[in-house]
């Protein structure tokens, strides 16, 4: 077998991944289909840490009286129900797993210690980012970014529902282009939606190329760190 192109990833899994077929919540099935799919790269050696989103719950929504920081906040708190819910899956696929968070949270989580993390990827523990950054403000893809040059990842693989990215909302504009290849310029002059433009800027002045795949077609992510043509490509 061909030997992978990665060996260290940041896997930046979307909350509405984790809902399958719906837009709130979590399914089971998809939960174990993404454990399924996380193993198949983790049984190759790869080192593999896992930021999760929380849009399955909590999109950081305002309202009159909800400041942006406290919604943040909130956001911040789904993304931990996301992480201990995919940390019993990954268990349950036999692999050892654990989750770090922005906000302690000491009775069912470690606090995020960079060195830490470094050391239990390098012994073969898949590590979960939860709580974001813990700063209101800031994305969970500018979460993944910034965790990927603090762990020195080789990559970010985006697992999304979409399969790759496009010009435009594929399902609102049948004429989108699909992009096979793309940079951080690009998509900051584009202002396409696939993330924020911090997390963009961050990967682009880190050198960390991004992978953007459909999270949903079995073996993708293997697929991705063997390098193969899928999705989209962002770097340079």
């Known amino acids: 077998m061909a030997e992978p192109k990665y060996k260290r990833v940041v896997l930046k899994i979307s909350g509405e991944a984790l809902a399958g077929a719906g837009r709130f919540g979590l399914d089971d099935a998809t939960l174990g289909e993404v454990a399924g799919e996380i193993k198949q790269i983790y049984d190759l050696g790869i080192e593999i840490a896992v930021v999760v989103g929380g849009g399955n719950f909590w999109r950081g929504r305002t309202s009159e009286n909800m400041d942006r ?23 349950n696929a036999g692999l050892p797993v654990r989750v770090q968070t922005a906000i302690e949270m000491r009775e069912i989580a470690e ?42 990842a080789d ?19 049948p004429g989108a282009v699909r992009y096979s290849e793309i940079t951080f310029q690009e998509i900051l002059e584009k202002d396409l939606k696939v ?22 077609e079995p073996g993708n992510m293997l697929k991705a760190v063997m390098g193969e043509p899928i999705g989209t490509i962002i770097a340079g």
């Open 195 to 216: 993330m924020d433009g911090t997390a963009a800027s961050l990967c682009r002045d880190n050198g960390i190329p991004i992978h953007v795949f459909a999270l949903s």
């Open 69 to 91: 920081a406290t919604a943040d906040y909130m956001g911040m708190l789904a993304t931990v129900i996301n992480a201990l819910a995919l940390q019993s899956a990954i268990e």
């Open 111 to 152: 606090p995020y210690i960079r060195r830490k993390a470094v050391a239990e990827m390098g012994r073969g523990d898949i590590v979960i980012f939860a709580a974001g950054t813990g700063n209101p403000f800031f994305s969970t893809d500018t979460t993944a970014a910034l965790r990927a040059a603090e762990v020195e």
């Open 155 to 173: 990559v970010i693989l985006l697992a999304k529902k979409i399969d790759a990215v496009y010009s435009a909302d594929p399902e609102l504009e």
